[in-house]
């Protein structure tokens, strides 16, 4: 489908609900936190299937805030309808990673310069060729400037955006021969969304747990509020 009015199959909101930029976690209960915590006079603009989306203001200004769901048909659908219908010209993506990079422990921040992928979201484009999703130029380097003035530990590289999270093949730590520093679920989808619609994106990804070193995986409700370092960078480029 690529012609829609709003309300879309998928949100309820009308037309100028959602702010110019949307910061977009993957959980509901992480945008409903990020919602109350950072915005001032949030609204509630969407809750199909529990998708809650909120638009308010994060120092003077105006924000959206609302989840994906998880993996790339989800957030392909999300991103989708924001972009084409919803006049959004930034989704930045905060989320959580599986670590394959061994200078990266829990709590670090991966920011998605590229977003690898085992699935097959860009065949739809038909290109005579291996699609590479990347992000927003302007929004990486200021995302990479915030987590210095925050003086956070980051890297900027590669994630591998997975179709599985439960893998036969156990096969994520293969990338990192190729040094891709995480393993998530939605990137890539995103970046091929903003690049067709001629939009910008980013992905800020919390390593929540390491493939190298799963002493240090994370709980969910540390996951649930104590990614705050990744969702303040997220609203001061926003
Ligand atoms: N795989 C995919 N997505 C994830 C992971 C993982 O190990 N950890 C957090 N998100």
Request: glycine share 6%; with cysteine; net charge neutral.
């Amino acid at each position: 489908m690529s012609n829609c009015n709003v309300p879309t199959p998928h949100i309820s909101a009308r037309k100028g609900d959602f702010a110019q930029t949307v910061i977009m976690p993957g959980d509901p209960q992480r945008a409903e936190f990020i919602a109350k915590t950072y915005l001032t006079d949030a609204k509630l603009v969407n809750n199909v299937r529990g998708i809650c989306g909120y638009t308010g203001f994060y120092k003077g200004k105006r924000v959206s805030v609302m989840a994906s769901g998880m993996g790339q048909p989800s957030m392909g659908i999300y991103s989708y309808e924001l972009f084409n219908f919803y006049d959004v010209e930034r989704i930045i993506r905060v989320g959580t990673c599986g670590s394959i990079d061994k200078e990266l422990h829990a709590r670090d921040i991966i920011l998605a310069m590229g977003a690898c992928t085992n699935g097959n979201f860009a065949a739809q484009y038909r290109l005579p060729g291996t699609f590479c999703p990347i992000a927003d130029f302007d929004l990486l380097k200021k995302a990479a400037m915030e987590c210095e003035r925050l003086k956070l530990k980051f890297k900027v590289g590669n994630v591998l955006s997975s179709d599985t999270f439960y893998d036969d093949s156990a096969s994520a730590l293969e990338w990192a021969k190729m040094n891709v520093l995480g393993v998530e679920m939605e990137s890539a989808a995103l970046y091929c969304n903003a690049l067709r619609a001629n939009k910008k994106a980013l992905c800020i990804c919390t390593v929540s747990d390491s493939f190298i070193y799963p002493e240090e995986n994370t709980t969910a409700e540390e996951r649930m509020s104590a990614f705050t370092n990744m969702m303040e960078v997220a609203l001061e480029i926003a």
